[in-house]
């Protein structure tokens, strides 16, 4: 398991030029890690992530495309990761912080988050994904009034909405988490791993075309933690899933 943290508890955590560049290194450090089944992000000290650094971005020099592209490298690598996704909330999390969340599998918060997409109050238009990941969670009309209006979110309020998967007092929040994690550890990675890239393929696909890629994935599982789990269950034992070839 890895835990990524952003860090930058002075500032809320918002990311500057340099904290992306550490956050693509720390999931491209994960990408190529096999050991790895499951990654936490969670934010330094009281908050998450207060989203980008809008004081860095004004000062840097190089267009703002390349910028913006620079940005969404790290927001779709992270949501393409092969591994479960926890995004582990407390305080705020707004903007490209929210959406960063919004891209991880599963997002637990405690009781005292608060979530805005926050780009309207500064006079910009979603990023991160926000556009793409919305709609699909809370449907169209939401998702604008969500983007339209900016407001501030309770974590309750997120929750009633889709958008957090558990809310839990901060005393319970670090067992919650772990809770989760404990349960991702122990299912079958090439299975979980190819469930993951069913779902996020899905919007563009045809229901024949999903049908097609299920297959594939199955067959992969014959071959893999499927024959682990037909032993286990004659035995009367408990899997220990490994991932790996078994053919």
Same mark, same amino acid.
């Given at each position: 398991?890895?835990? *990524?943290?952003?860090?930058?508890? $002075?500032?809320?955590?918002?990311?500057?030029?340099?904290? @992306?560049?550490?956050?693509?290194?720390?999931? !491209?450090?994960? /990408?190529?890690?096999?050991?790895?089944?499951?990654?936490?992000?969670?934010?330094?000290?009281?908050?998450?992530?207060?989203?980008?650094?809008?004081?860095?971005?004004?000062?840097? %020099?190089?267009?703002?495309?390349?910028?913006?592209?620079? *940005?969404? #490298?790290?927001?779709? $690598?992270?949501?393409?990761?092969?591994?479960?996704? *926890?995004? =582990?909330?407390?305080?705020? &999390?707004?903007?490209?912080?929210?959406?960063?969340?919004?891209?991880?599998?599963?997002?637990?918060?405690?009781?005292?988050?608060?979530?805005?997409?926050?780009?309207?109050?500064?006079?910009?238009?979603?990023?991160?994904?926000?556009?793409?990941?919305?709609?699909?969670?809370?449907?169209?009309?939401?998702?604008?009034?969500?983007?339209?209006?900016? +407001?501030?979110?309770?974590?309750?309020?997120?929750?009633?909405?889709?958008?957090?998967? /558990?809310?839990? =007092?901060? +005393?319970?929040?670090? #067992?919650?988490?772990?809770?989760?994690?404990?349960?991702?550890?122990?299912?079958?990675?090439?299975? *979980?791993?190819?469930? /993951?890239?069913?779902?996020?393929?899905? @919007?563009?696909?045809?229901? !024949?075309?999903?049908?097609?890629?299920?297959?594939?994935?199955?067959?992969?599982?014959? &071959? %893999? $933690?499927?024959?682990?789990?037909?032993?286990?269950?004659?035995?009367?034992?408990?899997?220990?899933?490994?991932? /790996? @070839?078994?053919?």
């Amino acid at each position: 398991m890895a835990r *990524i943290t952003l860090n930058r508890p $002075d500032r809320m955590n918002a990311l500057d030029r340099e904290a @992306w560049g550490l956050l693509h290194s720390a999931i !491209s450090e994960v /990408k190529s890690n096999p050991d790895i089944r499951v990654v936490v992000l969670r934010g330094a000290g009281a908050n998450f992530c207060a989203g980008a650094d809008v004081r860095a971005a004004s000062q840097r %020099t190089e267009h703002p495309l390349q910028r913006m592209r620079t *940005i969404s #490298d790290v927001v779709r $690598d992270l949501f393409e990761l092969p591994v479960p996704t *926890i995004a =582990a909330v407390d305080g705020v &999390a707004v903007g490209a912080g929210w959406n960063l969340a919004l891209a991880c599998d599963f997002l637990i918060a405690t009781d005292r988050a608060r979530f805005s997409q926050i780009f309207a109050r500064r006079g910009l238009s979603a990023d991160c994904g926000g556009s793409w990941l919305l709609p699909r969670i809370v449907g169209m009309q939401k998702a604008k009034r969500l983007l339209y209006l900016a +407001e501030m979110l309770s974590a309750s309020e997120a929750y009633a909405l889709g958008l957090v998967l /558990k809310v839990c =007092a901060a +005393e319970a929040f670090a #067992d919650e988490v772990e809770s989760l994690v404990g349960k991702l550890v122990v299912a079958p990675p090439a299975a *979980i791993s190819q469930d /993951k890239e069913l779902i996020n393929a899905t @919007w563009g696909m045809s229901f !024949s075309e999903q049908l097609l890629r299920e297959n594939a994935a199955q067959a992969v599982n014959f &071959a %893999t $933690d499927g024959p682990i789990a037909r032993r286990a269950i004659a035995s009367g034992e408990q899997p220990v899933f490994e991932g /790996k @070839w078994q053919l």
